[in-house]
């Protein structure tokens, strides 16, 4: 199935036998084309790849000759895109894959991984006034000071219902202060070869200064799916638990998922099923999507969707991107 759009990306090819190209003096036609189509759809464009990143990107993963290139598959909506499959080390499909955009709650798996890495699912979380978040339309779950919990059930809200305050919560007690866990988070994306992304808060609150890729992410979300706990929370759908006040008195809690696969809001694509995967939404991220699938024989893959105009256009786009799965000669 095409994925049929209002323009062409003649740029970058991924395959590598089109990277010298791109190394040659198409990358600035790339830039050109992205900043008309960013004005299009009135966002703000951080910046675009360079060489160093073209060359980071042939030295961390595979491209093999099964690639789909931008001749054959376009984005409509979106503003990047990419589809890759975690057994072959190959990009499926690619679309602005190493463009700075803003990412919103996809930040969160970043905040899991570091979580889950540097901490204790057992150890007992106490929430401060860090937690307070005012922002309108801020998710929350609705947490304040002297709260406790364990990190289990934090990262369980965290990713299940993207709620900000949770992040906060866990930043602070992991970190020692939000802003030590944020200088974490860097230095984990530095250490996975995410080089073009940088965090200034671990739940993904417009800040201009917060920003990842396609690629980076990716790189991100296949480090993350190797912790059994995060891929076990985000398999469900929804989660209940009891937390306790700073008296002691117990709070319960129930979250549904923000995935609308798994409220069944939309259809997946035939011969695939959604393991996980992370949403999120500002006003200047736009919606976003990251999904870990697998295919009919087992083979897992992740799916990243960033900047797309409306849920229908996230949902719908990804959905065709996973249809490539199943496409021959298209992994």
Do not use: W
Request: charged residues 15%; contains cysteine.
């Amino acid at each position: 199935m095409k994925l049929t759009g209002r323009k062409r990306a003649a740029a970058f090819l991924v395959c590598a036998g089109m990277v010298m190209v791109f190394l040659t003096g198409c990358g600035s036609q790339l830039k050109a084309a992205f900043e008309e189509q960013a004005g299009n759809n009135s966002y703000e464009l951080i910046t675009v790849s360079t060489q160093e990143r073209a060359t980071s990107f042939v030295a961390n993963l595979a491209v093999g000759e099964t690639s789909v290139s931008y001749d054959d598959y376009e984005i409509e909506y979106a503003s990047a895109a990419g589809l890759f499959d975690l057994t072959n080390h190959e990009v499926v499909f690619a679309y602005n894959m190493h463009s700075k955009l803003y990412m919103a709650s996809l930040t969160k798996l970043m905040t899991a991984l570091v979580a889950v890495k540097y901490g204790s699912l057992d150890q007992t979380l106490t929430a401060t006034d860090a937690v307070t978040i005012t922002e309108s339309g801020a998710q929350l779950a609705g947490i304040s000071a002297g709260d406790t919990m364990t990190l289990e059930q934090a990262l369980n809200i965290l990713l299940i219902y993207s709620a900000n305050d949770v992040a906060n919560l866990i930043a602070e007690n992991i970190g020692g202060s939000v802003d030590a866990f944020v200088e974490m988070m860097n230095e984990e994306a530095n250490a996975l070869g995410a080089t073009n992304t940088h965090f200034t808060n671990p739940h993904g609150l417009h800040d201009n200064d917060h920003y990842t890729t396609v690629y980076d992410l990716y790189l991100i979300f296949q480090e993350a799916v190797k912790y059994e706990a995060i891929t076990q929370i985000i398999s469900q759908s929804s989660y209940s638990t009891t937390y306790y006040d700073s008296s002691g008195n117990a709070k319960n809690i129930t979250v549904n998922t923000t995935n609308a696969f798994f409220r069944q809001l939309y259809v997946t694509p035939e011969n695939i099923t959604i393991l996980g995967g992370k949403t999120g939404y500002t006003d200047q991220a736009g919606q976003c999507l990251a999904l870990y699938v697998k295919d009919v024989n087992g083979n897992p893959y992740i799916g990243i969707i960033l900047h797309s105009y409306d849920r229908d256009s996230v949902y719908g786009e990804m959905k065709t991107m996973l249809e490539l799965v199943n496409t021959p000669g298209a992994s």
